[in-house]
């Protein structure tokens, strides 16, 4: 098995462990007399599909042919951090019915992950720029710059209309990216 294969199989037993968290908490749902809210329902999509968007783009690291412990720890930070997303979202022994009072009582460490997301994000193009993959140049640097405010912004309010809004928004941009950048696997 080489370096890689090992890595991407711990990588991806973390992030399994999220979307089965996300699953679970769905079934949870859907077993028990829960409130639902839309904006939550939403933002387990964007967080199943940013997971799932994460494990396509993983394979680019595989050119990497020697991998030290440095870009090891990150590549694992990322998927830990994936992880709190999902079990913010569907916390552990919640008991409550009311998906809405959860989600805005979860918000502000929910999206200030999702800044850390972006700030890892930035790193790992950098890293992969150095190690000779190519780069996405002022696009992505807009992208981020987007979820980073957005995500800063709903981390802070607690308006309906603007995380309405941003689960959408930011559904809208992800898949932007993957079809720009990401419709074709290569491992450049």
């Known amino acids: ?106 918000r502000t460490w929910f999206f200030g992950l999702w800044v850390l997301v972006m700030l890892i994000d930035i790193v790992d193009t950098n890293w992969k720029m150095y190690y000779g993959m190519s780069g996405f140049g002022l696009f992505l640097v807009t992208i981020w710059g987007l979820i980073i405010a957005g995500s800063l912004i709903a981390a802070r309010t607690a308006n309906k209309y603007f995380h309405a809004a941003w689960a959408v928004i930011f559904f809208l941009i992800m898949s932007t990216v993957e079809f720009v950048n990401f419709s074709t696997l290569r491992a450049d």
């Open 1 to 106: 098995m080489s370096q890689f294969e090992f890595i991407a199989v711990l990588v991806s037993i973390i992030t399994g462990l999220g979307v089965v968290r996300l699953l679970s908490g769905l079934a949870q749902f859907l077993s028990r007399n829960r409130r639902s809210y839309w904006v939550h329902l939403f933002w387990t999509w964007n967080v199943f599909h940013f997971i799932v968007f994460f494990w396509w783009f993983f394979w680019r690291w595989s050119t990497i042919s020697e991998w030290n412990l440095l870009l090891f720890l990150f590549v694992l930070i990322y998927s830990v951090v994936m992880y709190l997303l999902c079990a913010l979202l569907y916390p552990a022994g919640e008991n409550r019915t009311d998906f809405e009072e959860i989600y805005y009582e979860k």
